[in-house]
């Protein structure tokens, strides 16, 4: 049953209420039946009402097709059908075409279409190549269409003091037809025609450099010019017109060229009048920086209008006055004096290769060519670490040169920028950008270097953006594939000093990707380095581990510390050193991320020697029922005395001669990520304390402390000293376990302490004027060492006298 929505019903109630009756009564007649009663419904034989809006017979409703209202107007009320076979007449259909205001198209076009004004050159240089190309391709048939100027070339001439650029190119020219089409229309592409009619006719794919597509690029041009003067002549006509336009102008004028000296042979010349502001684009230097930037490797010869000068020796005339000093006779012929002048003249000057190395073979490309290539496009120095030419064919098609710089840049060690200008992207040989966030590289791997060049990539208008489409995701996929294989050969070539040379620079980039690039762990773990307990000098991979690993060995080991010397002391090792296991040593911030993220490798998983419940292939259940027995009390004593400082106490399997340690929870940070979350300029607090709560203390049961301590337990569970002792093993173990101390100066007056009740009365007679603590030695239990016995000796007394 259709429903009619309450906004629709809304809307029709608001006409008059004579519209209504008046759809009802002709909803009636229609009908043919006397049986309505006021309100518009119509009532069979057995007395039920029905709406008027369906056809009744003898039994009730038959017909339910859908009614075109036209006019009619349903009441809020619902019926049990809203279907009729009334037929409206149709309202007459009316179609206009889209209008545009040429002023403000034109505006939108010049000042919101581009965003570098630089890119007009880059525009009006491809739309020259375009017009060679279809001269090209038109001369196979009609060879003669090529006569009068056979060189096919594009020439650049600048007047600085005028502000003028003239660009001319000596391809197929325009007719007047061609003009209109083509310069009065906006947005029509006569490169997309062009190949619209070839793909029409059998002919089609024979010539895939035509770079036009959208029909805007020609008026880039007011980007710098106020004024733009078009002089054309088509081969096919025997004329030659002028366009002119200007920036603010909604109109432009088509006339012939009657000027005999402004006259060519065939193709166009573009005159820009540039603006006030951007008369400096009419230097010869930075036409040919834009040139070079932009359109270097066009398929035909880019020719700029240049400053050049040679040296030659002019004669100097001498002065008399200095002739009569030298006192020579005038009559004797002598040298005259020369200097050398630099004599300056304009001339054309090739600035673009008309060749790309990409499009070559590269079995015809030397080591030598590729690093030159590489120097000249990236202003390096040094020479690259590698370097990978392949041309990817099928679903998309695209031509590249990767390389691997031997360093980082300078003052550039932010890995977190993924903005990087190292990828350059051509279409169809047309540099586009280098200005790229991510798309076609991930930011882990923004050191790479490259070109990249593609026929068929899904560029906005301005040819400035990148879109987001399938065919990117595929290329990126394809060159992140190529770059790995290229770092994969790196690592795997005789000289093992290439690739330290590359870890030293560029390995936190690949420690960023396991975090990043889920995909391709696979491909970054082979290439990750660590030292180990057995290689604290050199660096090994995750393949030399695993073929170093025991027979017994199912997990490969690691502890996090800030240096390799913190890690090899550490007391983890201790039991790992015995057994002659591995350890690695992740001394980065970012290792142990990065290998928690990496989880396992080669169905090894990666293990934490400083977390809980660690397995080292030792263990003896009879004899950890039997310690448990035995030191299971002194383990809830120690729980007692620590509270929640610790999760639980546990009798330890990895120490072997520390008496304690503190290891973190399976689940929680270690105290590496713990001290290195601390550090963090912008920490959650809140989740610091989640993460570090639980911390489990576990005991060396074969260490004589904790016989001692075991026994004092036994004795006198309450003894002050011994529970100062656990104290101070808690606080003790903090800092062997690489955790920080809450109280850094009450640990301080702890061992103090404890040097003072070891070092007392050990060198010295005397008694200590104080003790640190109540626990004094009382006077009574003081027992003096026994002095010998003094001998008395009688000495006579003697009478003595005095002198005056």
């Known amino acids: 049953m259709h429903r009619l929505s309450r906004r629709s019903v809304n809307t029709l109630l608001r006409y008059g209420a004579h519209r209504r009756r008046d759809a009802v009564s002709a909803a009636a007649a229609s009908a043919g039946s006397p049986n309505f009663n006021e309100s518009g419904a119509e009532r069979d034989a057995s007395g039920r009402w029905y709406s008027v809006l369906t056809t009744v017979s003898s039994t009730g409703p038959v017909s339910t097709k859908s009614l075109k209202l036209g006019n009619m107007i349903p009441s809020g009320k619902r019926f049990e059908s809203t279907a009729s076979d009334i037929q409206t007449p149709e309202a007459p259909v009316e179609k206009y075409e ?16 581009y965003s570098n004004k630089e890119v007009f050159l880059r525009e ?37 003091e005028n502000g003028i650029i003239t660009l001319t190119d000596s391809g197929i020219g325009m007719t007047h037809q061609e003009i209109v089409d083509s310069l ?108 070079k930037n932009y359109s270097q490797f066009v398929s035909f010869p880019i020719y700029t209008w240049q400053e050049k000068g040679y040296t030659k020796e002019v004669e100097v005339d001498e002065d008399p006055a200095e002739a009569k000093k030298d006192g020579t006779d005038d009559n004797v012929e002598k040298k005259k004096k020369t200097k050398k002048v630099v004599e300056k003249y304009w001339d054309w000057e090739l600035t673009n290769e008309t060749q790309p190395i990409w499009l070559r073979n590269p079995k015809e490309v030397t080591t030598e060519e590729y690093n030159e290539f590489y120097k000249k496009t990236f202003n390096e120095y040094l020479e690259p670490l590698a370097s990978s030419h392949f041309t990817t064919e ?23 920028n993924p903005k990087t200008k190292n990828i350059r992207l051509y279409v169809k040989r047309v540099f586009i950008s280098d200005d790229f966030d991510g798309e076609l590289f991930p930011r882990y791997l923004s050191f790479v270097k490259g070109v990249v060049d593609s026929n068929d990539l899904p560029l906005n208008v301005s040819r400035e953006i990148l879109q987001e489409s399938r065919i990117v995701r595929i290329m990126r996929k394809r060159l992140v594939r190529k770059a790995f294989d290229m770092i994969l050969g790196i690592s795997v070539s005789e000289n093992r000093e290439d690739y330290e040379k590359f870890w030293e620079n560029f390995g936190k980039h690949l420690k960023l990707g396991c975090i990043e690039d889920r995909e391709n762990h696979k491909r970054l773990a082979p290439l990750l380095r660590f030292f180990s307990s057995q290689s604290e000098e050199e660096m090994i991979s995750l393949d030399e581990y695993v073929e170093n690993m025991k027979p017994d060995q199912k997990d490969i080991y690691y502890i996090a510390a800030d240096s390799v010397t913190s890690a090899k002391n550490t ?26 993220n990496l989880k396992s490798y080669k169905e090894k998983n990666f293990v934490d020697i400083s977390k809980e419940d660690l397995d080292i292939g030792d263990k003896n259940e009879e004899k950890e029922k039997e ?77 004589p402390i904790i016989q001692t301590l075991n026994a004092a337990c036994k004795s006198n569970g309450e003894d002050e000293e011994a529970l100062r002792a656990i104290d101070l093993l808690y606080d003790t173990a903090l800092i062997s376990s690489g955790f920080t101390p809450e109280s850094p100066s009450q640990l301080g007056g702890k061992i103090y302490e404890m040097m003072n009740m070891a070092l007392s009365n050990k060198w010295s007679t005397e008694q200590p004027a104080f003790n640190m603590h109540s626990s004094q030695t009382p006077e009574a239990e003081i027992v003096a060492e026994p002095q010998p016995t003094l001998e008395a000796e009688v000495v006579e007394p003697v009478e003595t006298t005095s002198q005056k």
């Open 627 to 703: 310690m448990k027995q035995e030191f299971g009390h002194i383990c809830d004593w120690m729980k007692k005395r620590l509270g929640d400082k610790v999760a639980s106490v546990q009798i330890s399997n990895r120490l072997k001669t520390s008496p304690c340690v503190l290891v973190s929870g399976k689940f929680g940070w270690s105290a590496n990520m713990e001290r290195l979350m601390k550090a963090q300029t912008v920490g959650d607090s809140s989740s610091l304390d989640f993460m570090r709560s639980r911390r489990v203390f576990e005991i060396n049961p074969e260490h």
């Open 98 to 113: 889209y209008q545009a205001e040429v002023s403000r198209l034109m505006d939108l076009i010049v000042n919101s279409l």
């Open 571 to 596: 007391p983890f090792l201790e039991k790992l050193y015995e057994k002659d296991l591995e350890v690695l040593f992740l001394v980065d911030p970012i290792d142990e991320v990065a290998v928690t």
């Open 184 to 291: 009065g229309t906006i947005a029509h592409s006569g490169t997309a025609k062009f190949l619209k009619a070839l793909k029409d006719s059998k002919d089609a794919g024979t010539d895939s450099n035509l770079i036009g597509q959208f029909g805007v690029g020609f008026y880039s041009a007011f980007l710098v010019a106020d004024k733009v003067v078009v002089s054309t002549k088509s081969p096919k006509s025997d004329k030659q017109y002028v366009w002119e336009g200007e920036a603010n102008s909604s109109s432009y004028i088509i006339r012939e060229e009657t000027d005999p000296e402004k006259f060519i042979p065939r193709g166009t010349s573009i005159q820009l009048h540039l603006k006030r502001d951007d008369k400096g684009f009419a230097h010869p230097e930075r036409i040919e920086r834009l040139v």
């Open 394 to 416: 099928g679903e998309v098609e695209f031509r590249s040169i990767l390389y691997v710089p031997a360093i980082t840049p300078m003052g550039k060690e932010d890995i977190v």
């Open 124 to 160: 009006l240089i491809s739309n020259a190549s375009d017009a060679l190309d279809k001269l090209r391709f038109l001369s196979v048939t009609e060879p003669q269409l090529l006569e009068g100027a056979p060189e096919l070339d594009i020439r650049i001439q600048t007047d600085q």
